[in-house]
């Protein structure tokens, strides 16, 4: 059946199509730059490193096109008037590739020209420190040391690191141009290129932020991009870190020579190894040996920025730079546990073409979705917690808080969950980069900085409108970020009242006395009701991630089973029920479960890594015209299917194991009637009806009158959409030409069919940006 929403997407698809045929660019809020370029006489322009709208840095990787037995001694190229020919020579694929750099911040007019035709494009050019499309950037912001500038703009770095042929020496050892050592072992990639085992770690900084790129290298010769050392195989890896949180400050990239994250079983996360490094193989360094290149930003570690917008960002800029100065891309894999899975899944959602696969383990599929588990844990722990708030007659124990909480016998998951992620939503909490000074208080200074992920992506959200403007909100002169969460008709402990585990008593009295939260995440009585417009912006930015636009990309999902660490097991099924409901099939994902506690198997990275690349390197051979989201499902290997593992390296079966070995279990919302999508945030609703399923005790007509005081507008119908659930629209900016801000942001001009050439092989480009 096709539903209004899917007619929406459907026809959305359609127009961008058309227009990127048509080089018609959309409403956007940049300038220039996408489908306004020009040709005559067989001549071409295409940009390589990025959306032509989307350049930072002042350089960009450009091809220029040429008919056949054109004598290139004659064409000219010319940078806003000024001859840039000898920045020029002759590609592999007959094209003349050339790094152009000296762009000004803004409109850049690019021309190429032979006697018999000319071609021209505009390039919008960015600042190195950002922002390109995340709108403004948040401030105070603290720059590390060695900082040129207040953007946090530095010369980049170069260390070495090699593997020994010693066996006694594990993992990366220094290395030394200077003084190179006897022992460096030999690697020979996956394109049988056999060369040192050297790495190369550039560490630089961009967006305010650091990035690193890691590669084979081989010192003492040259590395363009025009003429790449053959070991590279123009594959990327992008390592990701942990958590969910917000700094004010530049921070450190994660790891792109160590990634292991069967190693991260600390409900906090983090690369140091809890086993022995010969236990666990590494991914990152298992590509690097392949011939990959490994990058990361530190603005796609979640636990130091949780917002989509700016962690696509800083992945844009980075890919853009790494095309610029380590040679064009097949295809890209994202990697990462818990925040990491998040990133990937959002931004692959969000910004589809930034990845063609990811392999989230211990997952995530958004931030705000999982906001209203976290919510309810915190209200449910505040009741449970406090027996002078329970009714004469009422008692919990533990047994009967976690039914309906969603767990069996016990409330871990709840208690760890809210010690480590519910703080990023309190205002006062402390975060790096802000000062006790700067820091926010409600009495002494409202308008200070407030340390929440929700306050940190306002952009993206939008301000509260004035009329439910706080005291503190007036004092400060403006509206905080609206909360896109909502508790308004949820009848907590449904499924524990119908199948008898608690009684009516019970039943009513948490759902009395539950409450919500006010502006400042304090406990109210009321319940919380979401604020528009950022429950719909939430959906829409794709901070709630619906899962619309990941067809697009391969997924392989590493899970174990979770004992009470909140990275509960059936996020996965989550993710996969979105892409049924939004696609009617789940078949560019798969899930390989194990025993291992959270991750699944001790191998499941590094062995989701070598069948994601042989599943897009068949997808690169698929020429066809057919959507790439077909492309990725048809061309799938056939030993490639949901798989379960021992823990211990060795696969047991090509179907998921047992729920001996990986249960799932439900959440505050599921136990009151929500699907396991679990992304209503807030509830459409349906008046109450005593004729419903309440359990084999019925309740007393005095009950049913406390049951109509305490739902007058009625119960959620889960049956229904949430209230302004919507799919995600790809590529959208939060800032116009000026830098201002775009509340809830705006689609960017359609990408021109010559515009970010060097992503992927030509089988990928049909993403939807």
């Known amino acids: 059946m096709l539903t209004a929403r899917h007619l929406k997407a459907v026809v959305g698809a359609t127009l961008a199509a058309l227009l990127v045929a048509c080089g018609v660019s959309s409403p956007t809020g940049g300038s220039g730059g996408s489908g306004n370029g020009s040709s005559s006489g067989g001549i071409g322009i295409r940009v390589m490193s990025n959306r ?33 020919s000898s920045l020029f020579a002759p590609s592999s694929d007959g094209t003349l590739r050339g790094l152009v750099t000296g762009l000004n ?30 709108g403004p950037q948040l401030q105070p912001w ?19 690191v090699y593997l020994s042929s010693d066996p006694l020496k594990i993992g990366f050892q220094p290395y030394d141009p200077e003084n190179p050592p006897s022992d460096v072992a030999n690697t020979t990639t996956d394109q049988g290129v056999t060369v040192p085992f050297i790495v190369r770690v550039e560490t630089g900084y961009q967006d305010r932020d650091q ?29 990701h870190g942990v958590s969910c949180g917000v700094s004010y400050m530049t921070g450190t990239a994660p790891s792109v020579l160590s990634y292991a994250p069967a190693n991260i079983i600390s409900i906090t996360g983090g ?16 590509a690097l040996g392949a011939g990959f290149a490994v990058m990361s930003t530190a603005l796609d570690y979640s636990g130091h920025n949780c917002n989509v917008a700016l962690q696509a960002e800083s992945l844009i800029m980075a890919k853009e730079h790494l095309i610029e100065h380590y040679g064009t891309l097949r295809y890209t894999i994202g990697t990462g546990c818990s925040g990491g899975s998040l990133a990937q899944q959002w ?39 406090d027996n002078s708030k329970w009714a004469d007659g009422v008692s919990w124990p533990m047994s009967k808080q976690a039914k309906v909480m969603g767990r069996e016998l016990l409330t871990l998951n709840a208690t760890v969950s809210e010690s480590a992620q519910f703080h990023v939503a309190v205002p006062t909490d402390p975060c790096s980069g802000v000062s006790d000074a700067q820091r926010y208080d409600p009495v002494n200074n409202p308008g200070g900085t407030r340390c929440t992920i929700t306050d940190a992506a306002i952009n993206l959200f939008g301000p509260r409108p004035p009329e439910l403007w706080s005291d503190m909100e007036k004092a400060a002169g403006h509206g905080f970020a609206g909360f896109p969460v909502d508790n308004v008709g949820v009848q907590y402990g449904l499924s524990a009242l119908q199948d ?35 429950l719909g912006n939430a959906y829409r930015s794709g901070m709630i991630n619906e899962g619309n636009n990941m067809d697009q990309v391969a997924i392989i999902d590493c899970r174990g089973p979770d004992p009470g660490l909140f990275h509960d097991a059936y996020r996965a099924f989550a993710m996969r029920g979105r892409l049924d409901r939004e696609h009617g099939s789940h078949a560019n994902q798969l899930i390989w479960e194990g025993a291992l506690i959270i991750a699944g198997d001790l191998a499941c990275n590094q062995n989701s890594l070598i069948a994601m690349d042989a599943w897009l390197s068949a997808v690169e051979k698929d020429l066809s015209d057919v959507p790439l989201a077909q492309k990725i499902v048809a061309d799938k290997p056939g030993d490639l299917t949901d798989e379960c593992w021992d823990g211990a390296g060795q696969k047991l079966s090509n179907q998921l194991c047992s729920s001996l070995v990986v249960p799932i279990f439900g959440t505050p919302r599921t136990v009151a009637g929500d699907a396991i999508t679990t992304d209503t945030n807030k509830c459409q609703l349906r008046p109450l009806n005593r ?79």
Not at 147 to 157: I, L, T
Request: with cysteine.
């Open 347 to 385: 931004i692959a959602n969000a910004y589809p073409g930034i990845y063609q696969g990811i392999l989230p383990t211990c997952s995530f599929p958004d931030a705000w979705s999982t906001a209203t588990q976290f919510a309810d844990y915190h209200l449910l722990l505040a009741y449970f917690g």
């Open 500 to 534: 008898g585990s608690i009684t009516p008593l019970q039943f009513l009295d948490v759902n009395e006395k539950i409450g919500g939260l006010d502006v400042d995440t304090n406990l109210t009585s009321t319940r919380l009701a979401a604020v528009e417009p950022a």
């Open 105 to 134: 911040v803004g409109d850049n007019s690019f021309k190429a020209q032979y006697p018999g035709g000319k071609a021209q494009t505009t390039l919008v050019d960015h600042p190195n420190g950002g922002p390109i499309l995340a």
């Open 52 to 84: 032509a709208d989307l350049i930072s840095g002042g350089d960009a990787l450009l091809d220029v096109v040429l008919p056949a037995g054109v004598d290139t001694s004659t064409v000219t190229m010319s940078l806003n008037g000024n001859d840039v």
């Open 211 to 239: 990035y690193q790129i890691a590669a084979l290298y081989q010192p003492g010769q040259d590395w363009t991009a025009i003429s790449p050392q053959a070991q590279f195989n123009h594959k990327l890896l992008i390592t």
């Open 142 to 160: 603290t720059c590390q040391d060695g900082a040129v500038d207040a953007q946090c703009n530095q010369p980049a770095s170069y260390s070495f």
């Open 271 to 286: 690369n140091s190894p809890n086993l022995p490094s010969q236990a666990v193989p590494d991914s990152a360094q298992y």
């Open 691 to 769: 004729n419903d399923d309440y359990g084999p005790t019925a309740f007393t007509d005095d009950q049913w009158a406390q049951m109509e005081a305490l739902f007058p507008n009625g119960v959620c119908d889960f049956s229904k959409p949430g209230v302004s659930q919507q799919g995600t629209i790809p590529w959208l900016t939060y800032q116009n030409s000026s830098g201002n801000v775009i509340y809830g942001g705006t689609p960017l001009a359609a990408a021109a069919s010559n515009d970010g050439i060097g992503w992927t092989s030509p089988a990928f480009r049909g993403f939807s940006w």
